[in-house]
């Protein structure tokens, strides 16, 4: 059972830095794409980074601000110069066996999802 476990959440003031960390377990497929969404109060859910075998992508958004990495099977997003307009709740996810080319922003190409960690930014 594929499993995403996200942590490194939490409130900060403008200008602050924080770390979120997914754990994938439960597959063997090498290929994959995983990515960072976000979905504010009110807003829809939007691509915010994404990697791969073809490398990263940004939103226009967090380009400059924010760096997705990814250690093995786990997948981080660093987030500098937060912005209270980053206020959300941040999901990791897994496109197994694909490339992101493929699954661009489109969430309904994602297999799997986090529970979601919480990200407040305050002015």
């Known amino acids: 059972q594929v499993q995403l476990v996200e942590s490194g959440g939490g409130s900060v003031q403008a200008g602050g830095s924080l770390r979120l960390s997914c754990t994938a377990s439960?597959?063997?497929?090498?290929?994959?794409?995983m990515a960072w969404f976000r979905q504010a109060p009110g807003k829809e859910r939007e691509g915010v980074a994404r990697?791969?075998?073809?490398g990263t992508n940004y939103a226009d958004s967090v380009k400059g601000r924010f760096t997705i990495s990814q250690d093995k099977n786990t997948v981080f997003l660093q987030m500098n110069s937060l912005q209270p307009e980053d206020t959300a709740m941040y999901y990791c996810?897994?496109?197994?066996?694909?490339?992101?080319?493929?699954?661009?922003?489109?969430?309904?190409?994602?297999?799997?999802w986090g529970q979601g960690t919480q990200v407040t930014v305050s002015s």
């Open positions: 996810a897994a496109a197994l066996n694909s490339n992101c080319l493929w699954t661009m922003w489109l969430a309904d190409r994602y297999h799997y």
């Open positions: 990697i791969g075998g073809a």
């Open positions: 439960g597959y063997s497929y090498s290929r994959n794409c």
